[in-house]
């Protein structure tokens, strides 16, 4: 599928959202939720435990599907369409939790990663090379490339399962990063990192979205949110109450309001 770009801005992975409903039995997990990622931009998702983050990314990605509702991807409906499909559209998601292969090498891990078949050529376009074939000394190439970008060359040859929880993260976001995607969904990229590790994830983000990439990113560490993300959208019990600059927006009584009802609950 290729990518159309936004107009006003050339970029891509105008990430839009209009209605989205999911729910598991009587609970109302994703009530009629609209807002759009624009592209270029670092958008926030965050929300008290149970707010229906995780499963609105899970609908956007592909792994589940929604009730109602329509997601596009610069402007090309991806609602509905399997997780492949959605890959190749030009979306990547990273886990809260990471998922490498333990016993690969972090290089492999990389490499397995399958080349999308069409669109827009992130990585390949910034390293200025065009289109680089599926040869593997060029794939070699690439992902030694994406590696040393996440600052992981010390560990490129050890089982991705030995190096600590923060370097996994970091291989998550190389991972996507591997398929020269337009937009990266970010699963609590700060979750159980060390400060150390924490800038260098927080720098890379900056980095990348400086060259064009669009972040939309679920976070409960409201510094990092604050200082990363260009807006914000507020998730409570299924609906967005909010919107806007995240220092705005996380002042405001009905979002505190909602976070210590959520930390109560
Ligand atoms: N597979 C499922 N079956 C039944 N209920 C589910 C399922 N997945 C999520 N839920 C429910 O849907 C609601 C939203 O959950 P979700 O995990 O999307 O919230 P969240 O905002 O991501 O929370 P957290 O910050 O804790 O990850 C919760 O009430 C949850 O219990």
Same mark, same amino acid.
């Given at each position: 599928?290729?990518?159309a770009?936004?107009p006003?801005t050339?970029?891509t992975?105008?990430?839009?959202?209009?209605?989205?409903r999911?729910?598991? @039995?009587?609970?109302? /997990?994703v009530?009629?939720?609209s #807002?759009? =990622?624009e $592209? *270029?931009?670092?958008?926030?998702?965050v @929300?008290?435990n149970? /707010?229906?983050?995780?499963?609105? #990314?899970? =609908?956007? $990605? *592909?792994?589940a599907?929604?009730?109602?509702g329509?997601?596009?991807?610069?402007g090309?409906?991806?609602?509905?369409?399997?997780?492949?499909?959605?890959?190749?559209?030009?979306l990547?998601?990273t886990?809260q939790?990471p998922?490498p292969f333990?016993?690969?090498?972090?290089?492999?891990n990389l490499?397995?990663?399958?080349?999308r078949?069409?669109?827009?050529?992130?990585w390949?376009?910034w390293?200025?090379?065009?289109r680089?074939?599926r040869?593997?000394?060029?794939?070699?190439?690439?992902?030694?490339d994406?590696?040393?970008?996440c600052?992981?060359?010390?560990?490129a040859m050890?089982?991705?399962?030995?190096?600590?929880?923060?370097?996994?993260?970091?291989?998550?976001?190389?991972?996507?990063?591997?398929?020269d995607p337009?937009?990266v969904?970010?699963?609590e990229?700060?979750?159980g990192?060390?400060?150390?590790?924490?800038?260098?994830i927080?720098?890379r983000?900056?980095?990348?979205?400086r060259?064009?990439?669009?972040?939309?990113i679920?976070?409960?560490?409201?510094?990092l949110?604050?200082?990363?993300?260009?807006?914000?959208?507020v998730?409570?019990?299924?609906?967005?109450?909010?919107?806007?600059?995240?220092?705005?927006v996380i002042?405001?009584?009905?979002?505190v309001?909602?976070?210590?009802?959520g930390?109560?609950?």
């Open positions: 599928m290729q990518t770009q936004t006003e050339g970029k992975g105008r990430l839009e959202i209009r209605d989205a999911k729910a598991f @039995g009587s609970v109302r /997990a009530d009629g939720v #807002f759009t =990622a $592209a *270029g931009r670092i958008t926030g998702l @929300g008290p149970g /707010a229906g983050k995780t499963t609105l #990314f899970n =609908a956007i $990605a *592909g792994e599907s929604l009730d109602s329509t997601v596009t991807l610069d090309a409906q991806i609602g509905g369409l399997g997780p492949h499909e959605v890959f190749s559209s030009g990547t998601r886990f939790i998922r333990a016993r690969m090498t972090v290089l492999e490499l397995v990663v399958p080349e078949q069409a669109g827009e050529r992130f390949n376009n390293i200025g090379r065009g680089v074939s040869q593997e000394a060029e794939l070699r190439e690439k992902a030694h994406v590696i040393a970008f600052n992981l060359s010390a560990v050890q089982p991705a399962g030995s190096i600590s929880g923060g370097q996994q993260k970091l291989v998550e976001l190389a991972r996507a990063l591997m398929a337009g937009i969904l970010l699963d990229p700060g979750a990192v060390n400060p150390a590790l924490l800038d260098t927080i720098e983000i900056v980095e990348l979205n060259r064009g990439m669009t972040f939309l679920i976070e409960h560490n409201m510094d949110i604050t200082s990363l993300c260009d807006s914000l959208v998730m409570a019990a299924g609906q967005k109450i909010a919107e806007g600059k995240p220092r705005e002042a405001r009584d009905d979002v309001e909602a976070y210590l009802g930390a109560a609950a």
